[in-house]
C-alpha cells in the first residue's frame, strides 16, 4: 500500500475548488460522467486502432444510489488505470497544474480560468462527498488498485483484488449537507438536465418492459413481462447524424425530446455541421413566433461532446437567432474551468457569423424551394428575419433573397419584385420611390382605401419592430422613402407635378383655418388646409411620419437621442378646403353654431383613427343622438 501527498503546495485546495471553481455543486455528477464518458471512448478508439487487444462489447456507465452506505457510485466498463497512472492523473492533479492554477486564480471570482488546462474535473466529487474512493482496473493484464482520499491532501493507494473487470468505479460517500445526492428524483433530474444526450449508454437502475403477445396469442392473454436496464440517454441524437439519414419525422422527434412540454410542432429545421476552421453541429428550430419578442421559455441549448453546458448562448448564437430553439454542439467553444461561462475569443465571432451565414442559406433555399408554403409562413417566422436585419450586417446584405413584404392584400413581395411593381407608380417628383404601409388594417381601413384608389400598394407591416427596419432599409438603400398610410394626405405622401385647382381665395382660406383653429383649441393638433378632391373626407387627421416613427421605435429601444419617451402627441388636422362642408363652415354666421359644426367634424375625424375616447366619446354620442331626434 502506498500513502502520501497529493502534488500541490497549497494545502487548502478542496476548499478553493468548491469556492472558485464551481459554484453550482450539482456538476459534480456531470463531471464525472464525462470522465467515465471520455474513458469508454478511449477505450474503442484503442480496440479500433488494434492497440489494445479486448473486447469492446457493449459498455455502459452505470449511476447506482445505496442511501443506507451513504454512497452514490459512478460505474465504468472503460479504459481503466494501472497503480502508476492513478499516480499520474489523480495525485498529481493534471500534472502538478493546480500549482499554478491556484496561484494565478486563489483571489478571483468563480469564472475565471479556461476548461482542458487543468483536470480538476473530477475533484468536483469533493464538494458533495466527505470521502472518495477509486476503484480501478485498466484494460491492460495489471492489479486492479484501490485509491481513497478524504478531502485532503493525503490518499492512500493500493492494489485490490475487489474489482476484477476492466473499467473504473468513483464511490463518493455523501457528506452530511449534500444528502439530497441520495435522492433517486434528485440524481434522474441531473442525468436528464447535463447527460441526456451522452454518447454512451446511462443505466440509472431497472424499468419493466411488457414483451409482445405472439400473434396466435388468445384474446384473454396476458402479456408478459421482464425488468430490463432503464437507459436514461439518447446516445445518437439527432445533430449526431447526417442530415441525408434523417426524415423531417426523425427531427421532429428530436425536437419533442429537447422540449417535451412543447405541443405544438416547429416550421422547419437548420442542420448545422462544419468542421474547418472549427468544430461545430447542431440543428436550430423556427418555432411559430408570430410578433413574440419575449421568447424565453425554451432556449437553444449549448453542449460539448454532448455534455451539457448552459442554455445561456449569447456571443455565440447573434441576438436575432436567440429567439429559435435547438442544439449547438461544439468542442471549440472556450468556456471557463467550471464550463459555465463564456469567454470573450476569436473563434466565438467566427462561430456566430457561420450560424448567421447557415441561417440565411436556409432561408434562400426555403423561399426558392417552396415560394408558397414560405408565403404561409412568414408571419410566423418574419420577425426573426427582421430582427437580424437591423442587427447583423452580413445577414441584411443577404436579406433580400429571402424578406417579404405583404400588401394588405395578401400578395407577397421580395424586394427586387416590389420596386419594380410601384416604381412606375409610386415614384415622387424628385425621382424617390415612396412605399406606402399600414400597420393595422382596420384602424387604418380608410387611409388605405384612399392610397388604394389612386392604383399605390399598401405594404403591411405590423411587427413590433418595424420602424427600426423601415430605418434601416432607407440608409442602406437609395432614393426610396417609407411612409405609413395615415402620416398625410395621400397627394402628399406621393407628391407629383400636377397642377391643384383650389376652390377658395386666400382670404376665405385664412379665415377658414381661422375659424378651425380657435373652435379645436387643442395644442397636439396642428391646423393644415389642403386643395383636395372635393370628393375626399372633409377633415382628416394625421401623424407626422417623423415623430411617429421616433415615438415606435423608443417603445422598442430606439430614439433614445430624440427623447421621444416624453415627447407629447402630435396630429396634423388636414381640412380639405375644397369639400362642400368648408365652404359650408365659412356661410355659417352664428359663431356657436359654426363652432358646433367643425367640433363635430373633428369628432368624426378622431373616431376614425381611434383617438375619440373617454369623455369626448360620450359628448359625441349624445350631441349625435340629439341631432338624429331633430
Known sequence: MTKGNINVSVENIFPLIKKFLYSDHEIFLRELISNATDATLKLKHLTTIGEAKVEYGNPKIEV???????????????????????????????????????EKYKDTAKDSGIIGHFGLGFYSAFMVAEKVEILTK?????????????GSPEFTLEETSDKTD???????????????????????????????????????????????????????????????????????PAWTIAPSELTNEDYMKFYHELYPMQFEEPLFNIH????????????????????????????IQLYQNQVFVTDEVKGIVPDFLMLLRGVIDSPDIPLNVSRSYLQ??????KI??????????????????NREDYEKKWNDIKIVIEYGIISEEKFAEKSDKFTL???????????????????????????????????NTDEQHSYIQSAKDKGYEVLLLDSPIIPHVIQKLETSKEKISFARVDADHVNNLIKKDEPVISKLNDAEKESLKKDVEEAVKDAKFTVQLEDLDSNDAPFTITQPEFMRRMKDMQATGGGGM???????????????????FAGHILKTENAEQKESLIQHALDLAKLSQNLLKGKDLTDFIQRSYKQLEK
Open 405 to 439: 413584404y405583404p400588401t394588405t392584400d395578401g400578395k407577397y413581395f421580395l424586394w427586387d419584385e416590389l420596386t419594380e411593381r410601384i416604381k412606375p407608380s409610386q415614384t415622387d417628383k424628385d425621382g424617390n420611390l415612396v412605399i406606402l404601409y399600414a400597420s
Open 272 to 299: 448545422l455541421n462544419v468542421d474547418y476552421p472549427f468544430n461545430l453541429t447542431g440543428v436550430l428550430f423556427f418555432p411559430k413566433l408570430s410578433n413574440n419578442l419575449n421568447i424565453e421559455k425554451d432556449k
Open 166 to 236: 476492466r473499467g473504473t468505479e468513483i464511490i463518493l460517500h455523501i457528506s452530511e449537507d449534500s444528502t439530497e445526492f441520495l435522492e433517486e428524483g434528485k440524481i434522474r433530474e441531473l442525468l436528464l438536465k447535463y447527460n441526456k444526450f451522452m454518447p454512451v449508454p446511462i443505466k440509472f437502475g431497472t424499468r419493466t418492459h411488457t414483451l409482445p403477445l405472439p400473434e396466435n396469442a388468445p384474446e384473454d392473454a396476458v402479456a408478459e413481462t421482464e425488468e430490463v436496464d432503464n437507459i436514461i440517454n439518447n446516445p445518437t
Open 352 to 369: 456566430s457569423s457561420y450560424i448567421t451565414k447557415k441561417v440565411a442559406d436556409k432561408m434562400s433555399s426555403l423561399i426558392n424551394e
Open 138 to 150: 485498466s484494460y491492460k493484464d495489471e492489479q486492479a488498485v484501490r485509491w481513497i482520499c478524504d
Open 562 to 580: 430624440f427623447g421621444m419617451s416624453g415627447f407629447p402627441e402630435m396630429y396634423n388636422l388636414v381640412i380639405n378646403s375644397n369639400s362642400e
Open 64 to 102: 447506482k444510489i445505496d442511501q443506507e452506505q451513504k454512497t452514490l457510485r459512478i460505474i465504468d466498463q472503460g479504459i481503466g488505470m494501472t497503480a502508476a497512472e492513478v499516480e499520474k492523473y489523480i495525485n498529481q492533479v493534471a500534472f502538478s497544474g493546480a500549482e499554478e492554477f491556484l
Open 344 to 349: 470573450a475569443d476569436g473563434a466565438v465571432k
